[in-house]
């Protein structure tokens, strides 16, 4: 069903990789038994190839380790997932893609979430063939859209979601796929569907990550998968409260979002012409 996956939807696949890998470490920062079921054929290879951008044998390393940043991302909205489901006025998750995450099945839930997956339906009808008869931990509900089409929210009110109670959203290794136009225009429809209190997570990079010669070795592996990188900001709380979101944005390797796991300097936000991300989340005013 592999070859079903557009480029971008296999990007899923790698993620499940780096959460496999991740997962047979003794210093694991989460446990995923899933992943080794989700990457599929292509995610090993996918893996090796960002594995050889990333640490290469003839040169310097210049690039971010990506297994240390997936690590830590997932990680971060893990933990922030579960303290947003602790509240017990905040009765929906969305996730929004799904791709091949699985924490409706590792993590417990409180009984009074409802958990929404969208994606695409080659994308649903891949992980639910690979997961067989594993039992979420919570009250899953599948959508499946495109989130660039015309009238996705009609499929998710027709699931059970609530636009008048809050809810939680996750934008996780989306955002950087798409032009500047489609992220705010996301942003917008997620925001039109969040009551006040609703909250917001995402991962995003700079401007300058798009650009920097040292990210060359990186860029070039996904723009060769047909995915490349379109889109970074420097001012991701600005992009936020454009649409009515109270956000902060947190590097990795900051107190926040480290875990002893990122190796690399982190530049403050003055500094100029570095590579960045940031995991930035927010609520709803």
Request: proline share 8%; glycine share 6%.
């Amino acid at each position: 069903m592999t070859e079903l996956l557009n480029p971008v939807e296999r990007t899923a696949l790698l993620t499940a990789a780096l959460r496999a890998a991740e997962s047979a470490r003794e210093d694991r920062l989460y446990d995923d038994p899933y992943a080794a079921l989700l990457v599929g054929e292509t995610g090993p290879e996918l893996l090796a190839e960002v594995r050889a951008a990333t640490f290469p044998p003839d040169r310097p390393k210049t690039l971010p380790s990506t297994p240390d940043y997936n690590a830590i991302r997932t990680r971060f909205l893990d933990d922030y997932l579960q303290r947003a489901a602790a509240d017990e006025g905040m009765t929906q998750i969305v996730l929004a893609p799904a791709g091949m995450d699985s924490r409706a099945y590792r993590l417990d839930w409180p009984a009074h979430i409802r958990y929404f997956e969208l994606d695409r339906p080659a994308v649903l009808a891949f992980k639910e063939d690979r997961l067989g008869e594993a039992e979420p931990r919570v009250d899953r509900r599948a959508v499946a859209v495109d989130l660039t089409d015309d009238h996705w929210e009609e499929s998710l009110l027709a699931a059970g979601y609530d636009p008048a109670l809050p809810s939680t959203w996750l934008l996780e290794g989306l955002l950087y796929y798409l032009p500047e136009a489609d992220i705010e225009r996301l942003l917008a429809r997620v925001a039109a569907l969040s009551a006040p209190g609703s909250r917001i997570a995402a991962d995003m990079v700079n401007e300058a990550a798009l650009t920097l010669p040292q990210m060359k070795g990186l860029l070039d592996v996904f723009a060769r998968w047909g995915c490349p990188w379109v889109s970074g900001t420097d001012e991701p709380e600005a992009l936020f409260a454009r649409h009515g979101y109270a956000a902060e944005a947190v590097q990795p390797g900051e107190p926040q979002a480290s875990y002893g796991r990122w190796p690399d300097p982190v530049p403050e936000r003055h500094v100029k012409d570095v590579r960045r991300v940031f995991f930035v989340h927010g609520q709803r005013r």
